[in-house]
């Protein structure tokens, strides 16, 4: 019994100790330092999140149209649970980076108001707008913005 | 006199509950990335819109109350 | 294969007409957001009325958050309910509401009259859209006809998030208008039922003579404010309280009462009345829980109101999950309430006549209860069907009046049973 405790106690000792360290990079100022010089759309998502769905053709899109101008979408992936977030992108594909946040460690730094959220962030590494939601009218909005700081 | 206290003391009730829910609010609830379970169809307090309607039609003809979850509203003059 | 076909021939076929009700066009990405749900549902009272309803629902959700719901609901009714006349040792005769014929109830039998058919046809349109930041808007409208009762309504309701949406304020009003006008007519209130040979040449004046006219209305308006709150990640609370003020003719035009002798034998039916005010206060609590096992729905009803009904609704489904995609959702629902103060079961005929006075058992002391199960299924492409079966029991009770004579020796109180059979399939 008691050996069965102590395997336990190791393997959560060790499960957590994997996703701290996994964590510890995913810092807002990290982010930043890896893709300076890049205008940046961060994007937070999750599988159970219907709006979140909508927005990553549009994600794909703009990409691929500022590719060549020093611009980048990064999207954050909130899912608790990987296999779910691997499922959603086996049915919707797509063609930026994506970083996983398992434990909301980033969505706490950057206090995130509702889901999806997004920052736009400029060349310097500084927010210029933070948005909630995705709709039609709000995608013209954000491409607006983006446009403006290539 | 008797209805209209009655009715008194129910809406000084409701609002001091309301009150203290709001109050107590900020301290309770999650963090918008932690909505995975609640997102969820079956978690919806209607989850079954179609089945709460059918249900609603057959508890308006047989019983003396209706409405409550959402509007009570005219009807049929069913039996 | 063939089945696909159809299918998607049925949601190409709705979805025109939709948007041909809409004025717009079907086009490709108009097709995919509409999501509709069908539902046909059987309803059977042991011996009494039975009801079939069948319901489609459409719901689009546009490219910014708005939503739009239109329903269509057709159901139809038959069979007989009861009259509000007690049960005697003796066949009782009465005559139709419409004042065409009589009909005969056996010795020992609660009196049921046995011409209810109808057909009603509704149609429910809602529309939900984001307004500002924070805000939910919702404004809607109902129109419901059946061969003598129309009834229609209007809606609006307005929901403010806060605290990261985890508590929502709403409020929300809605009027109603309904009209009523049965065939042969409003009965005087309190007047005695015409009961004699149908074939006399003065039967006609006679039964004439109780009426009052062809048609009433009766206006509701309701008032609901309401409290989301998410509790934790597994759970959600609402909070409701509403109010409800009905003006207008809320007597049942088909209903009588037995006037008694002392040994408790009929010596007349007088159609019913009741008050043409009512002001209804309702408190409703509902939670949701999700376990690891399943998810717990669970709510509470209060509603009190000026007629001196109070009742008490609990309601408890507990969703299964199976790892197939499979559900299986037992549910149970208890109801019970306090009689209306104008309830008897019969009238005293050498006591002075009430002014309001109903033997209407669904206004008396009543207990229900309904246990059922759901079982549903994913059909693939996001498709669902699920069935569901539940039993309905109603034991009406006595508000304390005591049997007199003859009626010490029948069934004042008749227990109702009732199946309800349902099929919804979502695609």
């Given amino acids: 019994m008691r050996t069965i405790a102590i395997v336990i106690t190791a393997l959560i000792l060790l499960v957590t100790h994997a996703h701290a360290t996994d964590n510890t990079s995913l810092q807002y100022k990290n982010i930043i330092k890896q893709y300076k010089g890049n205008v940046i759309y961060l994007d937070f998502w999750a599988s159970w999140c219907t709006p979140c769905r909508k927005s990553f053709p549009w994600m794909n899109k703009i990409q691929k149209k500022y590719a060549d101008k020093n611009f980048k979408v990064i999207s954050i992936n909130l899912d608790a649970e990987p296999n779910l977030a691997k499922q959603f992108l086996a049915s919707t594909p797509a063609n930026f980076t994506i970083l996983n946040d398992p434990n909301g460690k980033l969505a706490q730094e950057l206090q995130l108001k509702g889901m999806p959220s997004s920052f736009i962030i400029n060349a310097e590494g500084k927010i210029v707008s933070a948005h909630v939601g995705f709709t039609d009218k709000k995608k013209v909005q954000y491409e607006q913005e983006i446009e403006q700081l290539l | 006199m008797k209805v209209v206290n009655i009715y008194k003391r129910l809406v000084t009730l409701s609002l001091v509950c309301s009150a203290v829910g709001l109050s107590g609010c900020t301290s309770l609830g999650v963090e918008p990335w932690e909505r995975d379970l609640l997102a969820k169809k079956e978690m919806a307090l209607t989850s079954a819109p179609i089945d709460a309607s059918l249900d609603d039609h057959i508890y308006f003809s047989k019983e003396a109350t209706s409405g409550g979850r959402s509007f009570g509203g005219g009807g049929c003059g069913c039996n | ?427």
């Fill in chain 3, 1 to 427: 294969m063939q089945l696909k076909v159809n299918k998607t021939n049925l949601k190409a076929m709705l979805t025109t007409a939709s948007c041909a009700l809409l004025g717009s066009t079907a086009n490709a990405s108009t097709e995919e957001s509409w999501q509709f749900d069908t539902a046909i549902m059987h309803y059977a009272e042991v011996d009494r009325v039975s009801a079939t309803e069948a319901i489609i629902a459409g719901t689009k959700t546009f490219n910014n958050d708005e939503v739009l719901n239109l329903k269509v609901t057709i159901d139809a009714l038959t069979g007989a309910s009861p009259n509000g006349a007690t049960a005697q040792p003796t066949p009782q005769t009465f005559t139709r509401p419409s004042g065409n014929g009589q009909y005969t109830v056996n010795a020992g039998d609660t009196p049921l009259d046995d011409t209810f058919h109808d057909t009603r046809v509704q149609l429910t349109g809602q529309w939900t859209q984001p307004l500002l930041k924070d805000y939910i808007v919702s404004v809607g409208g109902n129109f419901s006809k059946e061969y003598d009762y129309m009834s229609a309504s209007l809606n609006g309701n307005v929901a403010r998030d806060f605290n990261k949406k985890n508590t929502t304020l709403s409020a929300g009003m809605s009027f109603a208008y309904d009209v009523i006008e049965p065939e042969g007519g409003i009965p005087k209130p309190l007047s005695a039922m015409v009961v004699g040979d149908a074939d006399d040449p003065n039967f006609e004046d006679d039964f004439n003579k109780t009426r009052i006219g062809s048609d009433e209305s009766k206006s509701t308006i309701d008032l609901l404010f309401g409290v989301t709150q998410v509790i934790n990640r597994q759970m959600i609370v609402q909070l409701n309280y509403s109010y409800s003020t009905v003006s207008g003719y809320m007597t049942d035009p088909f209903k009588i009462i037995s006037s008694v002798n002392h040994n408790g034998e009929a010596q007349a039916y007088l159609y019913e009345n009741r008050p043409d005010e009512r002001t209804k206060h309702a408190f409703f609590g509902q939670t949701k829980y999700h376990f690891d096992s399943g998810i717990l729905d669970a709510s509470y009803r209060f509603m009190t109101d000026n007629w001196q009904i109070d009742s008490h609704t609990f309601d408890f489904r507990y969703l299964i999950p199976f790892t197939n995609g499979h559900f299986i959702e037992p549910h149970f629902r208890m109801y019970t309430q306090s009689a209306a103060e104008f309830y008897q079961p019969f009238i005293a005929q050498d006591e002075a006549k009430p002014n309001f006075v109903s033997a209407d058992y669904r206004i008396g002391e009543l207990d229900t209860y309904t246990v059922g199960l759901k079982y549903g299924m994913p059909m693939g492409d996001g498709n669902n069907l699920s069935f569901r079966l539940e039993y309905y029991h109603q034991t009406p009770k006595s508000n304390g009046i005591q049997a007199i004579g003859v009626l010490k020796e029948v069934e004042l109180y008749e227990e109702v049973d009732a199946i309800i059979a349902q099929v919804t399939y979502s695609f």
